[in-house]
């Protein structure tokens, strides 16, 4: 019920610009939270940003100043927008949403993940 498809990955330099863009195609239910996830090799898979339909956002410690996410409620897309990419950042960034038919019954959904990757 819930499709994600994400673009903007890339190479870029230390020091680089991306945009991330993620956009939902939903039946019948509604999105709640929308966010990034990354997964380095050999790491986890971790929050990066998220943000509600209200419009709250949380960020990972490591990110905050130079990602900021935004959403496009008509649009059902999601945008992450990264600055000051640093070698670290490198990872395949994962598009999320919570979302169901209602808030007591939810369900994540994932995007088939986009490569970034940050040169020194």
């Known amino acids: 019920q819930v499709q994600l498809v994400e673009s903007g990955g890339g190479l870029v330099q230390a020091g680089g610009s991306l945009r991330l863009s993620c956009v939902a195609s939903?039946?019948?239910?509604?999105?709640?939270?929308m966010g990034w996830f990354r997964q380095a090799p050999g790491k986890q898979r971790d929050l990066v940003a998220s943000?509600?339909?209200?419009?709250?956002?949380t960020y990972a410690d490591s990110v905050k100043g130079r990602f900021a996410i935004s959403r496009d409620g008509a649009k059902n897309t999601v945008y992450l927008q990264m600055n000051s990419l640093k070698p670290e950042d490198t990872a395949v960034y994962y598009c999320?949403?919570?979302?169901?038919?209602?808030?007591?019954?939810?369900?994540?959904?994932w995007g088939q993940g986009t490569q970034v990757t940050v040169s020194s």
């Open positions: 939903v039946t019948n239910f509604r999105i709640f939270t």
């Open positions: 943000i509600t339909s209200g419009g709250s956002t």
């Open positions: 999320n949403a919570l979302s169901g038919p209602a808030v007591w019954n939810l369900k994540d959904y």
